[in-house]
């Protein structure tokens, strides 16, 4: 053998011996594994007393003590490999014994069960025989013919008779076969009986008689008996062809008789019983009729009696008041005092039974002297608007947690996904500036108003003056312009337009309202060069508005001067002045409106209609918001017929119509919020409206505070002071476990405040209950949670009370474009949160009210401020806002904002500032959004904006009272149509979204009419249905017809624009011309026929 070959068994031995030693220590640690067990067994076993129970068991109750002392179970001194598998075997060997005798004596139990089984089915059987035998002839049932012929059938061929000579032996066989065949026989009795009985219910119970003699009428009986008659007849025809006489025909036995005769006189007892109760109810009906007639009369009587009372005891009322009142001379009924103090009382008796019915009439407030102050002052009518439970978008988190409900961290994946989505959209919109000088003679431009499509913009200068651009063009132009030709500064404090943008109004600050119309009034070059407007490269010069009506305060235009509210003594109300306007809808079948509403500074709203003012034309018919028919109408100035609203004297500082076509919406300097409905209903005594609904938003902001008082009491904590018994990671564990299903379960939503504690690396939050929190205070929830795994540290409960804290100034608010959403601004001063917490600092408080609703919505935006710019604003009107119209994929609308110099634009979806002014001397990575250059765009503390929606972009346009330009911002939308798509399914698929109009949003899809003059296009339309009429009547046109009529209307049509366009060349820039207004068609639009017929195609920019 080679060395190699040793050394290779030798390395096997090796091998071998390290695997065999390998497996000895398993065996080895395997067996001590085993006694390891079965000394923890046995231990477990001994402090359950379980095995001292055994031991008595098997060695009695005199030797068990000794046994166990003899072993020391107690402790487990005694040796596992003796003592204690003997005692376990003895133990074992025991109850294998008992189980053993047990199962013994469960076999005999069972064998005797069955021995008694046996017994009682012999017992059966026996019982069986017999109740056969006791039955008696098993053909009784049948008929004698039937009955013969079975039984020799049944007979047996042979006689057992003694004369027969047959052996005995035989009688007993034939006993026994009859034995065997009894089964059979039984069992052809029941299927004899179940065929009966099936029998029996086919040819009597399958009918109910439902058409029986009851269902017909008197006069219907004489002919239903014939039928029947002749119906019986063929019926007994038909069965004696087909069943024959011979056959047997099972009878009935005497127990079918007997129970025949039962249900008859059951019958006949239930139809006695029938009419018994039919004669009852009849009887019971006339009673109650009579009773009825005799209640009603009673009730009227009463009735009537009431109204007689109440009526003498008003008259006899007002017959006292006029004595009083009169010294006895007293007044006639035609006289216009006694009709106010008549609707006076009765206007206070409505009042009582509506808000005061528990109260008596002497407890009731009477009218003042002093009519203008009548209005009552009370707030049980008024619903509290409070935005108490929202919180800031800027502090809100949208991490989901555990004490969440699971629709609300659904919502706040959702928002935080189409946040994220909002800002990287926003960041690839451009921004394009320009500037437009205006005249240093106008001071500035101190207001501004787009019209409802975004095509006009018509802005008032601080001198006075007013002017309309076309938006439509680059740059804008101006098409209208009136100056202020009086050397005093009269500024436009209101412009609101018409629907249909021919008409708008003007509020001056002198207290002049005018309205006016987009109808071209003439061009003053005189009037013109003072604004320092010139002709445009096409010669374009703007003309002049059309003035239809004037009211001035100094004339006491705004005053009651004829009918029945100038009679009521309310033409002594004083000098009021107009601050807001709005135009009214009413409109006429080519969409006018001559109406239009006037908030006043004492409260009142008067709703003015121009329709009957002199020099304005025939009266129109409105075809919607028709004027509601009164006995005489009043008139303030100018003879302008007028309706008063009227409720509270605060001064009017908005007015609105939900979609501009619905309630009219008043919000006023104190926060109060009315929505009127121009209704009869709504019509008090008084001959003025009243509030359909009457709202007040809480201009105060709710702050907890914990009381002192109480300590707290703690629920759950891990951390346990050394005094205490502490606890093991398993019970700390399983109890935290169960305190956090205890909160998931109480869904405590957002906390109220969350502060982070780096130096212990936890959390504090603090939950608020559900509810009102009372100024008692009630229970809060407070939890601790460790930040880097988020386990609850703490939990405990505080009471917290409530205190408010009132807004330093309301500043303002405003509508968005289809007056559904109101958006007000407060200011708040820096105030405290709690005894720990640092103060919550100034801060401007941006609140959303759904109109529809009337509850406020998220998101809230709050500003925090520097003091600097809090006392700015405070002071000063520092604080201007735009709200847009839903913007592009986003679909949502966007306010544009400039808070003291600082100008950004947040998403009223989301509450992000997706724009903001920038340095770009000093980069900051951490803006998002678009990012202006401050430099270009300049923001002065009083410059205001308006952002007109055009197609593909939006216009920010600029201005300010002490400034001389108009910036115009374009916004462009250079995202590209997968990332417009991806934004517009991330806004789709938001459960929260608010559904916007197509008509009210931006869209980058513009529609044209290709290379058509939109004249033509529209006129083809019109000629393509006269000859589809044609065809309809006359026959369908060839193909070469309908080309050569296609060719000749394009001729045509194009020839009419051509000459009409050369027309106009010719009498445009005319001195005087009334054409000098018109502009020319835009160059992109093509005066050439068109080869193929023209639709109106989309061009797909999304």
């Not at 009955?147 to 026994?176: C, L, T, V, Y």
């Not at 009869?680 to 002192?708: I, N, T």
Request: glycine share 4%; aromatic share 8%; net charge negative.
């Amino acid at each position: 053998m080679s060395y190699n070959q040793l050394e290779e068994t030798r390395k096997k031995l090796e091998l071998d011996i390290l695997r065999r030693s390998a497996e000895r220590e398993k065996m080895q640690l395997k067996k001590v594994d085993e006694m390891r067990r079965r000394e923890e067994l046995l231990e477990k076993l001994n402090k359950t007393k379980y095995l001292s129970n055994e031991l008595k068991q098997t060695y009695g109750s005199d030797m068990h003590k000794e046994v166990d002392n003899q072993y020391n179970y107690d402790h487990g001194k005694s040796s596992l490999q003796t003592s204690r598998p003997h005692v376990l075997r003895d133990v074992l060997s025991s109850r294998h014994k008992d189980f053993y005798h047990t199962q013994k004596n469960h076999m005999e139990e069972m064998r005797q069960l069955n021995a008694q089984r046996n017994l009682l089915m012999e017992e059966r059987d026996l019982l069986k025989k017999r109740k056969y035998i006791m039955a008696g002839d098993r053909y009784s049932s049948l008929s004698e013919a039937d009955r013969s012929a079975r039984s020799r059938q049944d007979m047996p061929s042979r006689s057992f008779s003694a004369r027969s000579g047959s052996h005995p032996e035989d009688i007993d066989s034939f006993i026994n076969k009859r034995k065997d065949a009894m089964p059979k026989e039984i069992a052809n009795y029941w299927s004899l009986r179940d065929q009966y009985e099936k029998r029996h219910k086919r040819i009597h119970k399958s009918y109910q008689g439902e058409l029986g003699p009851q269902s017909y009428r008197a006069w219907q009986m004489q002919d239903y008996h014939m039928v029947r008659g002749l119906v019986e007849d063929e019926v007994d025809k038909v069965l004696d062809i087909f069943f024959n006489a011979d056959h047997p025909v099972i009878s009935k036995s005497n127990v079918e008789l007997a129970i025949e005769s039962d249900d008859k006189e059951v019958k006949h007892g239930r139809d006695s019983l029938s009419e018994k109760r039919a004669a009852i109810l009849v009887s019971e009906e006339i009673i109650l009729q009579v009773t009825r007639d005799i209640v009603k009369n009673v009730a009227q009587e009463i009735c009537d009696i009431k109204l007689l009372a109440a009526y003498l005891t008003d008259t006899n009322l007002m017959r006292l008041v006029e004595d009083v009142t009169t010294e006895g001379e007293g007044r006639t009924e035609d006289d216009d005092e006694y009709d106010l103090v008549t609707k006076a009382y009765y206007k206070l008796q409505r009042d009582r039974q509506q808000h005061r019915a528990h109260l008596w009439g002497h407890t009731q407030p009477l009218m003042r002297e002093d009519l203008n102050a009548q209005v009552s002052q009370d707030e049980s009518d008024v619903q509290l608007i409070s935005f108490t439970g929202l919180t800031a978008a800027h502090v809100k988190s949208l991490e989901p947690t555990s004490t969440e409900d699971s629709q609300i961290s659904l919502r706040k994946i959702h928002l935080k996904r189409i946040k994220e989505k909002e800002l990287q959209y926003w960041e690839k919109i451009s921004t394009n500036m320009k500037t437009i000088s205006i005249s240093r003679k106008t001071q500035g431009i101190q207001t501004s108003s787009l019209s409802g499509d975004h095509t006009y913009w018509a802005i008032g200068t601080v001198h006075g003056d007013i002017m309309v651009y076309d938006l439509t063009f680059v740059p804008i132009r101006p098409i209208r312009a009136l100056p202020n030709t009086v050397h005093v500064d009269d500024p436009v404090m209101d412009i609101k337009w018409s629907l249909d943008a021919s008409r708008l109004i003007t509020v001056n600050q002198s207290g002049s309202l005018i309205v006016w119309s987009m109808t071209s009034g003439g061009v003053d070059k005189n009037n013109l060069k003072s604004l320092d407007v010139r002709p445009d490269d096409q010669g374009f010069l703007p003309s002049q508005l059309t003035q239809l009506l004037l009211l001035d305060m100094n004339n006491n235009d705004f005053n009651f001067q004829a009918g029945p509210l100038y009679n009521s003594q309310l033409k002594e109300r004083g000098v009021v002045i107009p601050i807001v306007s709005h135009f009214f809808p009413s409109l006429t079948f080519l969409g006018t409106q001559y109406e239009f509403c006037c908030g006043l500074s004492n409260g009142d709203v008067l709703k003015c209609d121009t329709e009957l003012v002199p020099d304005n034309g025939t009266p129109a018919i409105k075809v919607y918001n028709k004027k509601i028919a009164q006995d005489s109408a009043s008139f303030i100035g100018q003879s302008v017929e007028v309706e008063l609203f009227r409720d509270r004297k605060n001064p009017i500082i908005h007015i609105g119509f939900l979609h501009h076509m619905s309630d009219m919406i008043t919000v006023d300097y104190s926060g109060y919020i009315n929505i009127w409905k121009y209704s009869r209903d709504e019509l008090s005594e008084y001959g003025w409206f009243q509030p359909h609904q009457k709202y007040r938003l809480a201009l105060s902001e709710v702050v907890y505070y914990p009381d002192e008082n109480d300590k707290g009491t703690i629920i759950f904590t891990d951390n346990i002071p050394k005094d205490k018994v502490s606890k093991t990671r398993q019970e700390l564990a399983k109890e935290r476990s169960e305190v956090q299903a205890k909160l998931d379960k109480m869904e405590l939503g957002e906390p109220w405040v969350s502060k982070y504690i780096s130096s212990q690396d936890v959390k504090n939050d603090v939950y608020p209950p559900a509810g009102v929190v009372p100024e008692t205070g009630i229970p809060f929830h407070l939890t601790t949670r460790h930040y880097s795994t988020d386990l609850l540290s703490a939990y405990w409960t505080r009471i917290y009370k409530a205190q408010k804290v009132s807004c330093s100034r309301f500043i303002s608010c405003q509508s968005n474009h289809d007056e559904t959403l109101m958006v007000f601004f407060l200011l708040f001063a820096a105030y405290p949160l709690n005894s720990s917490d640092p103060d919550k600092g100034p801060h401007l408080s941006i609140v959303l009210l759904d109109l529809l609703k009337m509850k406020t919505k998220d998101p809230k935006i709050e500003v925090m401020l520097r003091e600097s710019t809090y006392e700015a604003c405070l002071n000063g009107d520092n604080v201007w806002a735009e709200l847009s119209k839903p913007f592009g994929s986003t679909s949502t609308e966007y306010l544009f904002f400039n808070l003291n110099g600082m100008f950004s634009a947040y998403s009223l979806m989301t509450g992000s500032k997706v724009m903001q002014t920038t340095d770009p001397r000093v980069p900051d990575v951490d803006i998002r959004g678009c990012a202006v250059n401050s430099t270009l765009f300049q923001v002065s503390p009083s410059t205001q904006f308006s952002s007109a929606m055009l197609p593909k972009k939006i216009l920010l346009l600029s201005y300010g009272a002490n400034s001389l330009s108009i910036n115009t911002v374009q916004l462009t939308d250079t995202n590209t149509d997968e990332e417009r798509l991806a934004m517009w399914h991330t806004v789709q698929s938001w459960m929260d979204r608010d559904v916007t109009v197509p008509d009210h949003r931006l869209s980058n899809q513009p529609y044209t009419c290709g290379d058509q003059h939109p004249e033509a296009y529209c006129q083809s339309i019109i000629l393509e249905l006269m000859d589809k009429v044609i065809q309809d009547h006359d026959g369908l046109y060839s193909q070469e017809e309908q080309e050569k009529y296609k060719r000749i209307d394009d001729d045509n049509l194009y020839k009419a624009i051509k000459s009409k366009q050369d027309y106009m060349d010719n009498k445009l820039l005319r001195p005087g011309s009334p054409y000098n207004d018109m502009t020319r068609p835009p160059s992109h639009i093509s005066t050439r026929p068109s080869a193929t017929p023209g639709r109106c195609t989309r061009i797909d920019d999304v």
